[in-house]
Structure formats: structure tokens, C-alpha cells
């Protein structure tokens, strides 16, 4: 009984640990589809970060005041994986899908947020990555369209 316990109060406390814990070399993205080699790349918080880092401070629908968000130009990604599409289809860990433009990224520098205010988004608050419009520099964003794309608990991307 008292093993059955320990077993059940440990599976509990890891299920709240936030996605900040989550190690540097744990996959948090996979991308395939149009990509150089042909097959999917498993992503770790550590591969996204060697690729550089760009800062969005916006507000977005779900904050009242302007955010920073620190994390992987969009554009440093798919050059990397030699993506060749037109169109990204994302999907979260809650299973929502987005359809994304690749023409967005280049227009508007989007960034893959890693980080908000400093700090790693756990899956409780929109992490472990987060599609960043600049909706603040750029008011023809300020639409349900826009919205829509900035998926979070981003899991999976897929080139096409």
C-alpha cells in the first residue's frame, strides 16, 4: 500500500512540474515535409536556441499589456532545415491546427517564442513555443486571421 502510494503522489507532482524543467535535450518540435532530407527532425529546446534568438514585444488577445517574447526567428528555422514550402500546418499539443503562410514569416519576422517576460512558457501558459506576431508594429495583424496563426504548444510543424 504504501509503495502504490509513493508511486501515485510522485506520477502527481511530476504531472504539475511546469515545461521550464523540462531538459535542454528533451524534443519539444518536430518538423517534416518539404525539408532537406526528406525526413522529420526531432528539435530540442537546445538545437532551437543555437540558431539565434530575436525578442517580439507586443501585446497580444491574451494579455492586457505588451509582452516580451524571446525565441527562434522563424525565418533561421526553416533555412536550417532547407524547408521549401509555401505553407506551414501546425499543430499543438492540444491537438489545435494552424495553417501558416510562409510568406507571414518573411513579411513579419515572427519568432518562435521560447521565453516570455525572461522566463521558459511552461504548457500551462502557452509553452513550450509560441507563434509571435509584432501585432503592436503592425495593426493590419489585429484580426481573428492573425490570431488564429499564433498557435501555441506548438508540437509539430509540417512543410508543404
Do not use: C
Request: aromatic residues 8%; without cysteine.
Amino acid at each position: 500500500m504504501f509503495d502504490r502510494l509513493r508511486v501515485l503522489v510522485l506520477a502527481a507532482v511530476l504531472a504539475v512540474l511546469p515545461a521550464s524543467l523540462a531538459l535542454a535535450g528533451d524534443v519539444i518540435l518536430t518538423v517534416d515535409g518539404k525539408i532537406a532530407g526528406g525526413k522529420p527532425v526531432d528539435l530540442t529546446r537546445a538545437d532551437l536556441e543555437a540558431l539565434g534568438s530575436a525578442t517580439i514585444v507586443t501585446a497580444t488577445p491574451w494579455r492586457d499589456k505588451p509582452v516580451s517574447f524571446e525565441g527562434v526567428p522563424f525565418k533561421a528555422l526553416l533555412e536550417k532545415l532547407g524547408a521549401t514550402g509555401d505553407t506551414l500546418y501546425v499543430v499543438a499539443l492540444n491537438h489545435y491546427r494552424s495553417e501558416l503562410p510562409v510568406a507571414d514569416i518573411e513579411t513579419y519576422d515572427l519568432i518562435l517564442a521560447l521565453k516570455q517576460d525572461g522566463a521558459y512558457m511552461p504548457v500551462s501558459d502557452k509553452g513550450p513555443l509560441f507563434i509571435v506576431y509584432p501585432f503592436d508594429s503592425h495593426p493590419e495583424l489585429k484580426n481573428e486571421v492573425y490570431y488564429a496563426r499564433s498557435a501555441w504548444q506548438v508540437r509539430s510543424i509540417t512543410v508543404e
